[in-house]
């Protein structure tokens, strides 16, 4: 696997926990600062950008 591809399939991954927890954030009312700093470090797990 190319680097390019597993950079995209490391993003997908992380896009999709982020999303799935998201919405478990909005449905528990988790505070918004707690819920982005788990954001935040999902990215950092995958190690990937959340940038476009």
């Given at each position: 696997?190319?680097?390019?591809s597993?950079?995209?399939?490391?993003?997908?991954?992380?896009?999709?926990?982020?999303?799935?927890?998201?919405?478990?954030?909005e449905?528990?009312?988790?505070?918004?600062?707690?819920?982005?700093?788990?954001?935040?470090?999902?990215?950092?797990?995958?190690?990937?950008s959340?940038?476009?």
């Open positions: 696997m190319d680097k390019a597993s950079n995209n399939a490391k993003l997908s991954q992380a896009r999709g926990l982020a999303s799935q927890l998201g919405m478990f954030a449905e528990n009312d988790i505070p918004k600062d707690l819920w982005d700093s788990l954001e935040r470090t999902i990215y950092e797990f995958y190690e990937v959340s940038k476009k």
